[in-house]
């Protein structure tokens, strides 16, 4: 009879151990199934529509022959920079959202890049083609958040 209690004893010591484990881990793994899934904000929606907009004239800005270096267009680079300041505080103060936060935070860090490379260049105008590729690169990550914000669920 102690044999069996003994093991009666370890059993109930491992099964318990193993619910303080599961319910820790609950924490970091359970959110993955029950969370539900983000739904569309039109704030979000608004501010990738307005900072593609923004930047879309900042682009042809820099790639036209006047007035093309960065200290003609700094108003400009400032306007998208606010756009995208916007876009990424209002993704990350929704739950569940980590896909469009994240998204915008790599949307304006390529921006500051962007933005830091036409600085160094000043007064010059940036190499010819160069706006036009971070307009497609920019125009490219912007719709693919807009195209996911859309698809999410309404209400």
């Known amino acids: 009879m102690m044999i069996k209690d003994r ?6 010591i491992a099964i318990a151990g193993c619910g303080v484990l599961m319910v820790s881990g609950c924490k970091q793994v359970l959110p993955f199934f029950v969370q539900q899934p983000p739904k569309f904000d039109q704030i979000t929606a608004n501010n990738l529509i307005a900072a593609r907009q923004d ?5 042809a800005a820099l790639s ?8 003609a267009n700094t108003a400009q680079f400032d306007l998208v920079d606010k756009d995208l300041s916007a876009l990424v ?3 990350a103060s929704l739950p569940n959202n980590s896909f469009t936060t994240n998204g915008a935070t790599v949307l ?3 921006f500051d890049r962007f933005r830091a490379a036409a600085r160094s260049k000043n007064p010059a105008c ?3 083609g160069l706006a036009q590729d971070k307009k497609t690169s920019f125009d490219g990550a912007a719709t693919n958040l807009l195209t996911y914000e859309n698809a999410k669920p309404k209400g």
């Open 7 to 12: 093991r009666l004893s370890a059993a109930l």
């Open 55 to 59: 930047a879309d004239v900042l682009f």
């Open 64 to 71: 036209g022959g006047t007035g093309c270096s960065y200290g």
């Open 89 to 91: 505080v209002e993704a």
């Open 108 to 110: 304006q860090k390529g």
């Open 126 to 128: 940036l190499p010819p």
